[in-house]
């Protein structure tokens, strides 16, 4: 089955203490994101990766960072997280580098940090 | 800068009822639109595209959607609405290669 893994589903943890967030997907995607949901701001781009190795940041990339090691994986680390990054966290892929916008999202990663 | 605006936050309908969903864009260049639906507890889910050609498209689950250069709009609509419908629907505008910005949403209620 084609899909976006994205694990921990949930996760409450306390400033200052790193995380990582996994991102995986099955179809060869050349594409991957990764976006925070907040009430009333809709989804904004945190980064996005366009290949192996070519990463760049979206709109709100103060405070995390990535890696395209492999295609397949573009995991998402919060290296001192802050409450403000308490959020709902998507990753999503898409077929083409360049992105049309057909994305398919993981099932959300939920974290609340105290 | 690209944007879109949701102008509902929440909208409600009786089942069976019509439904439109409003969306508008600031866009300079001709715009890529989407509708993604969000279920709860999941993921989005695209529900149809305008890339260019027929302003009507059709997408899944029943949706349609009306691209009008004019209003900068892209509303989204359905016939008749049934329960399962009840979710939160975004619009987004591809702008530019490798972005996707996205509406404020609108969370949808359908009522019995």
């Known amino acids: 089955e084609a899909q976006v893994t994205q694990n921990p589903r949930y996760l409450i943890t306390v400033t200052g203490k790193k995380l990582t967030v996994t991102c995986s997907q099955n179809?060869?995607?050349?594409?991957m994101s990764w976006y925070r949901q907040d009430p009333g701001l809709g989804l904004r781009q945190i980064y996005y990766?366009?290949?192996?190795?070519?990463?760049d940041k979206g709109d709100v990339p103060e405070g995390y960072k990535v890696s395209r090691k492999e295609k397949r994986n573009f995991p998402l680390i919060l290296e001192s997280p802050s409450p403000n990054q308490t959020s709902l966290y998507f990753c999503?892929?898409?077929?083409?580098?360049?992105?049309?916008?057909?994305?398919?999202f993981g099932e959300g990663s939920r974290l609340t940090v105290l | 800068a690209q944007s879109v605006t949701q102008p509902d936050i929440h909208i409600t309908v009786s089942e069976g009822a019509s439904l439109e969903l409003r969306c508008n864009y600031s866009?300079?260049?001709?715009?890529?639109l989407f509708w993604y639906v969000q279920s709860p507890g999941q993921g989005l889910q695209l529900l149809l595209k305008?890339?260019?050609?027929?302003?009507l498209v059709q997408g899944i689950k029943g949706f349609e959607a009306e691209f009008k250069r004019s209003q900068s709009s892209f509303n989204l609509r359905k016939p008749s609405v049934h329960w399962s419908d009840a979710a939160e629907y975004f619009c987004a505008v591809a702008a530019g290669g490798n972005k996707l910005v996205f509406g404020a949403g609108t969370i949808l209620r359908v009522k019995s």
């Open positions: 866009y300079g260049a001709t715009p890529y």
């Open positions: 179809m060869n995607h050349e594409y």
């Open positions: 305008y890339f260019s050609g027929d302003t």
């Open positions: 999503a892929s898409s077929r083409l580098a360049t992105y049309t916008g057909e994305l398919f």
């Open positions: 990766s366009m290949n192996v190795e070519v990463t």
